[in-house]
């Protein structure tokens, strides 16, 4: 396996770059998040990179970090997903947007990026569920929580789904526990 390359960056044409690595040019097709955030041509640079072998070829993905490349390598194990699709949500979405979409459920960021319809983007949400929590950082992964909680009390005080899901989108998002609870409350009074 191809892991990491660091080399000399030749060419850039997007979604791909040619990396000489000692005399020898690799071609490696990267999402636009990476490609922005590369040098200009005649710099080194360094790509941890992703070797896929299919019928058709051999292919090479390269990422400017490991939360990216393990995202891609997540987007990829679902049925249907191929490596263009893949690339084409990690340059429409930075892996915290995807992370925090597929933690809120969000059909709707998934939809905005090119080639991504309703159908795709609900079922990359069920299968990714779980899966980039440890891309979120950790007072995102906490605010989700606190969210949740929230949600859960206040369908146990008898709000159905719709009415408590609208009282938590009026509260901050970083509210506590508590304090989402008590301001839910308020909100859903107000009704």
Avoid: C, W
């Avoid at 960056?9 to 998040?33: A, C, R, T």
């Avoid at 390269?62 to 191929?82: D, H, K, N, P, T």
């Avoid at 989108?169 to 008590?182: F, S, W, Y």
């Amino acid at each position: 396996m191809i892991g990491r390359l660091t080399g000399t960056l030749l060419e850039k044409n997007p979604p791909q770059v040619l990396l000489d690595v000692h005399g020898v040019g690799y071609e490696i097709d990267v999402p636009m998040s990476t490609f922005y955030n590369l040098p200009a041509n005649g710099e080194k640079v360094t790509l941890l990179t992703h070797f896929a072998v299919r019928e058709d070829g051999h292919f090479l993905y390269g990422f400017a970090s490991e939360s990216e490349r393990f995202a891609f390598r997540q987007l990829v194990r679902i049925s249907g997903v191929g490596a263009r699709t893949a690339l084409a949500v990690l340059s429409g979405l930075s892996v915290n947007d995807l992370a925090q979409a597929v933690a809120r459920q969000e059909a709707g960021r998934l939809v905005k990026v090119p080639g991504i319809g309703k159908k795709t983007a609900e079922r990359l949400l069920l299968e990714l569920k779980g899966k980039l929590a440890e891309a979120l950082p950790a007072a995102a992964v906490a605010a989700h929580d606190s969210q949740h909680d929230i949600l859960n009390a206040l369908q146990a005080l008898g709000y159905n789904d719709r009415e408590a899901a609208a009282a938590l989108k009026q509260l901050p998002p970083d509210v506590g526990t508590a304090e989402g609870i008590r301001l839910a409350l308020r909100q859903l009074s107000k009704l």
